[in-house]
């Protein structure tokens, strides 16, 4: 069983409904008891990273995450849930993170050129830069769905995907069993149910 | 970089997709359910679902029916029609839409985007506007296209920017179901110096029309239609094809 971690950000209907189309039991919860049964955890998100690190917070579930996927469990973080995997964050002050993966989130703002509109919103091509179990059936050059104004600056060893919007930009993060996709693989047509499965067979 | 968008819109009236010509004259085309199951694996980049009549008659969206498209599509989900406040906007979140299409209620209300926004973030509020030309200058018409707000669409559509709108369908009335081509003139007039995603919407009869609209407005970052996909008159990856070809950016799948 997945555990779609519930806090109260996102669209987590897509998400379970994505597992189900796949034949994938997936539970959205935010029972620790169930969270710590099931073999597998996302952690979804959309919004500001503060606004979603109390929220977490403040159901408890914050060391808890930390300690979920610290056991070794495949845990996947998607779009802010990824961000939310790193050390720091600086979107409107800084925000400790979660600190599962090396690197911090800056905006997107200040590596692109003016003129490109931000957030980054719609699909994009990946670039795989380094071998990811996720993308064990992701051919390089699938669109993806992306919605973000942030990016995480990784260390290269845990970019595992890019995309080009005016610079590289990090799609998707490992760092041992954490796995993270900045692109919503849930919203992103056959391509994206492809990695979905892929996580679920880890 | 991203690519340009292709938008199939349901409109939908009594659970089924329709489309009509200067919005008048509906015609019964299909299931709703079943088209956007049927665009979402043959490439189409998001779908908008919209409850064309809900607006008119006070009513409230179908969210059976929303639920049971968005849990077969895996592609973003625009829903809209009879959006008036946040409870509306929470309702149809949890059915399953990422974004929300804001059009008479913003109108009403236009601090409804400022505070969908900060709930929700921009990139959830979509500000729907449909234009048509009264008197040499463009206007913002409310309920379907029946209402003239006497809102110049430029400084509406800025407005809706500044209040935290994260896109924009421009939709011409003139131009719906003509099948001539996107309204060029107005997208430039009323959206060229808009820096959120700009969606186009109004007037596709063919292919050349998407190439046309690309090719002559950079800004624009998607195309949205109705019947010429409902109709099977373009297929999604004909189009798709023929967009790469000319040297567009698309998504193919």
Redesign the interface.
């Given at each position: 069983m997945i555990a779609i971690i519930d806090y109260g950000v996102g669209?987590l209907?897509?998400l379970k409904?994505?597992f189900?189309?796949l034949g994938i039991e997936a539970a959205v919860t935010a029972d620790p008891a169930e969270i710590d049964k099931a073999e597998r955890i996302v952690l979804p998100g959309?919004?500001?990273f503060g606004d979603a690190a109390e929220k977490l917070k403040a159901q408890g579930l914050w060391d808890f995450v930390i300690k979920q996927a610290e056991s070794g469990k495949p845990f996947l973080g998607i779009c802010l849930g990824m961000q939310l995997l790193l050390e720091e964050s600086f979107e409107f002050g800084r925000h400790e993170g979660l600190g599962l993966v090396p690197g911090k989130v800056v905006p997107i703002a200040d590596v692109i050129p003016k003129g490109l509109?931000i957030?980054?919103?719609?699909?994009?091509a990946l670039e795989l830069t380094n071998d990811s179990p996720i993308f064990a059936d992701t051919a390089e050059g699938e669109?993806m769905?992306?919605?973000h104004s942030f990016y995480c600056a990784s260390p290269a060893e845990n970019v595992t995907a890019v995309c080009?919007?005016?610079a590289q930009l990090t799609a998707a993060v490992q760092n041992g069993n954490v796995f993270g996709t900045q692109f919503?693989p849930?919203?992103?047509?056959?391509?994206?149910?492809k990695i979905l499965k892929s996580f679920s067979r880890l | 970089?991203?690519?340009k968008?292709i938008i199939p819109c349901l409109d939908v009236k009594d659970g089924r997709v329709v489309k009509g010509r200067n919005f008048k004259g509906l015609s019964d085309v299909s299931s709703p359910v079943e088209l956007g199951k049927f665009y979402?694996?043959c490439?189409a980049?998001e779908l908008v679902f919209y409850d064309i009549t809900a607006s008119v008659e006070g009513r409230r969206l179908f969210t059976g029916i929303l639920?049971e498209v968005?849990?077969?599509i895996?592609?973003?989900?625009t829903v809209g029609g009879g959006i008036n406040t946040l409870d509306d906007f929470d309702r149809v979140?949890?059915?399953?839409?990422?974004k929300v299409s804001v059009n008479s209620g913003a109108i009403k209300d236009p601090n409804l985007i400022y505070e969908a926004a900060k709930r929700?973030?921009?990139?959830?509020v979509v500000l729907s506007a449909d234009v048509k030309r009264v008197d040499g200058s463009y206007r913002v018409f409310a309920k379907g296209g029946r209402e003239n707000t006497g809102l110049e669409a430029a400084d509406w559509i800025r407005r809706g920017v500044e209040l935290g709108a994260?896109?924009i369908v421009l939709n011409s009335i003139d131009t719906d179901g003509v099948k001539e081509g996107f309204d060029l003139q107005m997208l430039e007039d009323v959206c060229g110096k808009v820096?959120?995603?700009v969606i186009a919407s109004g007037g596709a009869g063919c292919i050349e029309d998407f190439i046309t609209l690309f090719k002559t407005l950079q800004f624009v970052?998607?195309g949205l239609a109705a019947s010429i996909f409902h109709y099977g008159e373009v297929s999604i990856k004909d189009l798709k094809d023929r967009l790469k070809e000319n040297g567009i950016l698309a998504?193919t799948?």
């Open positions: 669209n209907f897509s409904s994505s189900a189309s959309v919004g500001a509109k957030p980054q919103m719609g699909w994009n669109h769905y992306f919605v080009e919007y005016g919503h849930e919203k992103s047509g056959p391509a994206g149910l | 970089m991203i690519t968008r979402s694996e490439g980049d639920r968005a849990s077969t895996f592609i973003p989900l979140l949890k059915c399953g839409a990422d929700y973030g921009s990139q959830c994260g896109e820096n959120v995603p970052d998607a998504r799948v």
